[in-house]
């Protein structure tokens, strides 16, 4: 032991998800969730479930797992909320979404069909190839956070939640930078009692779950907290927060293959990716404006990764693409194409071709998990603000503005295992192993 660790607050009580979207991401969740309680299913893919952190030196083979390492809350004590703008209770919504077969969602038919949604804050400005009618009212967007806030407040009296995490599951939004309205806190409380157009939908959820002290994570591309005046009111309530965009399919592989390729300094001359899908997230990203929001999330990685100012013969000049093609037949089962044209010694040619057909809800639900119980446990540990050691589970990870993200999918998990083993006062691990031959 290096130190007495963090002072961490016993997870007592009923922890609630509140979950905004409940499309085939959060069904997905919920229903694992439910399923694994039952002893239905296995929690994989979940780093909080079945993964282990190394402790001291490989000889000591101290690697117990990360949930009796640290007080995370169980999965027992999770309750959820959600709001979308559809009506459909989770069994129903889960059942049209077609992730899961019909066998396990009847088993599950009782939890599901209690969790029914709240009526959605919606703007279709911003997300602009759905409609809805489930849909809340206000005369301005400043009303509409109230309204959210006193719906939280509900559900917390309601079932006797101690502690609750709030999780943007929802589409992606049309690409929106930063403007004067988000520099400040006292400005963005203007801008939503001025309606101002460059406050969408997400914003107006993460101010809710702020002003009220509930962690907040962003899971889509969107903008929303990674603006000043959001780190201002995480800061002012000691709120942790985290985003941007779930790093489940392609963007997974790139984040595995791309630090291979600098630490064996294997040149990159292009990089072509496409994604073909069916789901709700697709047919969003359809609309240009929310591609774009999305194409920005997914190509600054390789960016980060491979730094070309460090390694300019190597990678100054790739070309790199990514497409996402709406095809309905695919649903939700994503399928991603990957054309890597590198060079190596003496810069003869070689090329590397991925095809992942991949669930991108199977892929996501696990995140959700984690994220949610990761939030909370830095809730309790005091830790507020930009959670930068959960940037494991972003495409896009938020960060102060004068860093530049980790992308490296490797250096993130380490960044995740030293910050759990300094909450608990255990040595870093750095993997120099000089010591064992001294």
Request: hydrophobic share 40%; net charge negative.
């Amino acid at each position: 032991m290096v130190g007495k660790g963090i002072e961490i607050a016993a997870p007592k009580g009923k922890l609630g998800v509140l979950l905004v979207g409940l499309g085939a991401v959060s069904t997905t969740f919920v229903a694992g969730v439910e399923a694994i309680k039952k002893g239905l299913g296995e929690p994989v893919g979940s780093l909080t479930q079945m993964g282990t952190v190394r402790l001291g030196k490989r000889t000591e083979r101290k690697t117990p797992k990360i949930l009796d390492f640290v007080p995370l809350a169980s999965i027992d004590d999770l309750v959820f909320a959600a709001w979308d703008l559809f009506s459909d209770d989770a069994y129903t919504s889960a059942v049209k979404g077609g992730v899961l077969e019909a066998g396990l969602l009847d088993q599950l038919k009782g939890e599901l069909e209690n969790v029914r949604p709240m009526k959605a804050i919606f703007d279709r400005r911003y997300v602009k190839r759905l409609d809805g009618t489930h849909v809340k009212k206000g005369d301005t967007k400043w009303e509409l956070a109230e309204q959210l806030i006193e719906e939280i407040q509900q559900f917390e009296k309601d079932k006797s939640v101690s502690r609750m995490v709030m999780i943007w599951c929802g589409s992606t939004e049309i690409f929106i930078r930063a403007g004067e309205v988000h520099q400040s806190l006292a400005k963005l409380e203007e801008g939503l009692k001025n309606n101002h157009e460059d406050i969408p939908s997400s914003m107006i959820y993460a101010y809710a779950a702020l002003r009220l002290g509930i962690p907040f994570a962003n899971g889509a591309p969107n903008l929303t907290v990674d603006v000043p005046a959001f780190h201002e009111l995480a800061e002012k309530n000691h709120v942790p927060v985290c985003g941007k965009d779930f790093k489940t399919g392609q963007t997974l592989i790139k984040t595995m293959i791309a630090p291979g390729l600098k630490a064996r300094l294997l040149g990159l001359s292009g990089w072509f990716s496409t994604n073909i899908l069916g789901n709700r997230d697709g047919e969003v990203l359809d609309d240009p404006d929310s591609f774009r929001t999305k194409e920005e999330s997914k190509l600054s990685v390789l960016e980060h990764i491979l730094q070309p100012d460090v390694y300019p013969e190597l990678y100054s000049d790739f070309y790199h693409k990514v497409r996402i093609n709406y095809y309905p037949p695919r649903k939700d089962n994503k399928e991603g194409w990957d054309n890597l044209d590198i060079f190596g010694w003496l810069g003869y040619p070689m090329q590397i071709k991925i095809n992942f057909l991949c669930r991108d809800s199977i892929l996501a639900a696990p995140l959700v998990l984690d994220l949610v119980l990761f939030l909370d446990l830095a809730k309790r540990a005091g830790m507020y603000g930009l959670q930068e050691w959960l940037s494991f589970y972003f495409k896009s990870p938020m960060t102060l503005p004068d860093l530049y993200p980790e992308h490296d999918l490797f250096i993130q998990l380490m960044k995740l295992t030293n910050t759990l083993r300094y909450m608990r006062g255990e040595e870093q691990i750095t993997h120099l192993g000089l010591d064992y031959y001294q």
